[in-house]
């Protein structure tokens, strides 16, 4: 098992709840989440970036 820091741009949702599973969403793509922090939202193109931390089995 190996960690990796990793960035997304994720698009906002309608609720704090739906942004949270969309955000858990796109980094299950990459890992298993271990943390994760949204760092900036961009409020004119309506995104978030989002910077985590995830574990894979190599």
Not at 20 to 30: G, I, M, N, Y
Not at 38 to 57: K, S
Request: proline share 5%; no cysteine; aromatic share 4%.
């Amino acid at each position: 098992m190996t960690t990796h820091f990793i960035t997304a741009e994720i698009d906002l949702q309608a609720t704090p709840q739906a942004t949270q599973a969309e955000v858990e969403a796109q980094l299950q793509k990459s890992g298993e989440p271990l943390r994760w922090a949204i760092t900036a939202v961009n409020p004119e193109t309506q995104t978030a970036h989002v910077e985590a931390v995830v574990t894979r089995e190599e």
